[in-house]
């Protein structure tokens, strides 16, 4: 008995009299959808990913695809991923595999939170006229000031501040390693983060030297596998984030397949050519909160006590509680990564079903914080599925002090959220290592729409301060007044903290 | 100055280890610790080219991320000693706890008595720099868990039976396992294989039994056979047959 085969997920189709045989499409797609046999290109739809990649490049429009182009009988249950996961666990008996974040239909609860506006009763500022502070400290905050009066009568701080990061505005980027994206791609995201003044996160993967020049806007990451982390590499970063959990899949590990260990990945994760990159579940030093805090410790005593140490967690049940562990851990910000959060890799059944959503997390972690009184001990750095300068809002009204993002920014550079980033064929030239791809993004061309889509965010979040009268960051930081929940029910107002529209 | 002794006692391991590293960048060779009492994250990071003996028993994560100097410690180790050490030497007259050489890619770690669970965990090696581990004693459960590369010699002297503790080797995908004696099939961890113990592994190791021993001044003729078991990975790529496409 066989199985035979599934139908076609998308069909790719040429419009003959719109098409003048240039070849783009063939060149371009890595997946092999296209040949020439004669003067014809041959289309073969199974290979194709939805990447758009030859649709993007087709002058003359004339390329269609269409997904699902063969019904099932419908059915609300048994839908047809249901079916055809199914039918490949039954030929396989293995793990599905799938990439980029959470792809089930969960109400987004970002888009039931609106925001306020002033009317009449106070005036709203205009950015183009009016300051507005968007600079962001990220780490520890004095619970008080102490000053003395010197000699010359000046007064002078005698607190000892810890070490901040400075952001010109609260956008950063998230980590995503050399090995799970291209060089060209992280040398545009490093680009755009100097030219902003943000910071970006270089993953657990080391880095490649080309980011030297960048170093003072990374943050390095030591993460289960500790690859690529030798004392120099911890010197370089401006902080280091100890990775615990990752929101695309919270509680296992990661496995860089041998395919994506190159010659340059090999050098920068210090390890052989073609072996698997395995990321232990846990940090195998780390087994209790006091565990955590003697590493948060160690990264501090190696480096000098002058870089901030961030710990990353998946937003998972008890986020609020671990959060609260780790603002005692001496680390000096929090990294919260909801459950939307982007992978190169994960199983498809923690992708889809494990964690809680970001927004519920920013809020439950911050008002946990402000409860025991050690809100100032740590930052709050929120991720996972941050789409827009809304969302970004929402999220510093809930209580973030900055964002990372992942996946918008390689949208930037051509990711169109195929989902195919584990097979290392990406035709951007993003999630793979096959150097004719990695070529097709020039690190000056992309870095500069990496930079536009942060500052043009940036613009789009002054617009909403100064429509609600506020004229500084921290002002907007957790003030749920301002914002207001729509068709959410009672039990997730009250998570939120928020009130309904109306109240 | 060539030699600083500190007197450890009652001090906090920040200005400890500050005091460290500004002999170090002095051009201090030598230094003593005296006292030392679970102090943690001793020479944590530190490079140079340096000698330090430490007297009393260090706290966790001794010489953490170290690159070059050579430590002694007079006593028993804490947690991690050589965790993700880099490059230099460890050597401790007495045993150590869990996770020693954590994720360690190069440099030494010689204990002359036993070691807790998870020794060697992750270790791993890329061109010349290939981590060593060296137990006189015996070790427990999940040594050499993930191992990446590098070496980890269980001398087994003075244990009988000379390994007790199961999962070793467990996901070990690069680097091998040597271990005095015979070593049971049930206490191998998943994706490890036992193979024969040649002359040529004999010969080939030997300079890291006799320097192990010259350390703590043992005769290492009795140790100089064949009558090991080496474990090595099953495959370099332990986990490639789980997985299937969406």
Known sequence: MTLGSVPLRYKVSIDHDHCMQCMRCVDNCSYGVYRVEGDKIIIDSRKCTACHRCISMCPRDAINLQERPVDYRSHPLWTAEAREDIINQARTGKIILAGMGNALDYPVIFDRLVLDACQVTNPSIDPLREPMELRTYLGKKPSRLDFRKNDEGDVELVTELAPNLKLETPIMIGHMSYGAISLNTQLSLAKAVTEMGTFMGTGEGGMHRSLHPYQDHTIVQVASGRFGVDIDYLERGAAIEIKIGQGAKPGIGGHLPGEKVCVDVSCTRMIPLGSDAISPAPHHDIYSIEDLAQLVRSLKEATEWKKPVFVKIAAVHNVAAIAAGIARSSADA???????????????????????????????????????????????????????????????????????????????????????????LCPWGIATQRQDLVDRIDPEIGGRNVANLIHAWTLELSELMGAAGLNSIESLRGNRERLRGYMLDEGMLKVLNVEPVGA | MEKLVIDAKGMHYTPLNKQIRQAVAAGVKEIEINNVLGQRFIANGLRGDVKITINGIPGGDLCMFMNGPECTVHGDCEHAPGNTMDGGMIIVHGSAGDAVAHSMRGGKVYVRNNIGYRGGIHMKEYESKKPMLVIGGTSHAFLGEYMAGGLILVLGMGSQPLMEDRGIGSGIHGGEIVIRGNVSDRLLGVGAIKTEFTESDLKRLSPVIEDFCSRFDIDPVPLMDTNYTRIVPSSSRPFAGKYTWE
Do not use: M, W
């Open chain 1, 334 to 424: 929090v990294v919260i990564d909801g459950f939307r959060g982007g992978t190169g890799a994960a199983p498809k059944v923690f992708r889809d079903n494990v964690g809680i959503p970001i927004e519920a997390a920013i809020a439950a972690v911050d008002h946990k914080l402000n409860d025991q009184g050690v809100r100032n001990e740590v930052s709050i750095i929120a991720s996972g599925g941050i789409r827009n300068s809304a969302d970004l809002a929402k999220s510093i009204a809930l209580g973030a002090d900055a964002v990372y993002i992942g996946t918008a920014s390689l949208i930037a550079l051509g990711c169109r959220v195929c989902g195919n980033c584990y097979r290392g």
